[in-house]
């Protein structure tokens, strides 16, 4: 509970003079619906979701039916809105003390950590309620694994605990265009499983570059980070290693059929670009460069899931 006692390195709250916890009992709705929408994480969850759609798209010769489609685009949005948002309540301390993450609402007093819980849980609640009324309980069931996965078991257990946490967490993040296939199909298939694989190995080369320039931020705030225990050099090389399975892993949708010459054309390119960049890294680490890095990442995997979609495209009936 934030407390009007002020987290020494904290921001001023949104209004001076007022603590925390009086702030947000002030706060017009509006303002709190706005708190908890940027909670929610948006911009993060656009791409989730978006890779979710895509294994939706992709788990279908033709074209999944829109309601079923529009369904569980908005159930797993819903659900992912709601882990980030629980997220913040459980981190709401350790961002008080990170640049990065100061002027998150619950730190700044915009919306009380009781509100946040509330909303969380209606805004879940419904999410998987959506999912099980249109969609399928399988994938109810797995995006509620995937909400633990990253709300309790990568948050509270994992993050705190170990350098390897977005290693293992990582597969939560990964786990949305698997939804997306079985929203549509009803099961996992080989193909769900190509696509899981691809942003379960590119997650820790997206999150330690930003760890990297991050990490007087992360060691301020106690978090076992890669780059806090055991040096930037050492997590370049890692991050290194992982690029070069991507770049093995990215190649599975064309090896096992899913995807043909376009996407292939693409994601040799999207490798190469992504390879490029971390090994620059590694030679002679800045920054500015890791800032990049971080930014390729989001680049190359929104690029990869754009080429997986136009490919299947490209072989619908009826295409060129
Ligand atoms: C557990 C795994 C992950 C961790 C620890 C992680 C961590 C982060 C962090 C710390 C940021 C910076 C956010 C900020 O500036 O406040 C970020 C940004 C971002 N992440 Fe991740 N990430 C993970 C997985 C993913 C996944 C799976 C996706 C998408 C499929 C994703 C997409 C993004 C995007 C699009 C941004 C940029 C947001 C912006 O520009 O504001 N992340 N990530
Ligand atoms: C369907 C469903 C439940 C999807 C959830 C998908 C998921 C696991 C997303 C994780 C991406 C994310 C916001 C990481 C931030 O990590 P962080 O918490 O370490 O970053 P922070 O320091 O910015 O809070």
Redo the contacts with the bound molecule.
Sequence with gaps: MLTATPTPGAPAPSRPGLPVATLARTQPLSLKLAAFWREC?PR??SL?VFT?MIGMVLATPTLPSLGRFVAASLG??L??G???AI??LV?RH??AR?A??RG?PLVRGEISAVETLTLATLV?GT?LTVLHLWVNDLTMWL??A??L???VI??VIL?PATPM??VI??A?????PL?GWAAITGQVGAEALALFLIVFTWTPPH?WPLACYRRDDYARAGLPMLPVTHGVAHTCTQSLVYVIALCGVSLLPVAIGMAGGLYLAAVLALDALFLARTWQLWRAYSDALARKVFRTSIVYLFGLFAALLADHFLGLPGAV
């Design positions: 994480k993060v969850n989730i979710a797993i949005a659900v992912a709601a882990a980030a997220n913040c981190e350790i961002d990170m990065r993450t998150r879940g999410g995006t509620l995937t909400f996965g990253y709300a990568y948050t993050k946490n977005i967490g990582g939560s993040g990964a786990m949305p939804l999150f």
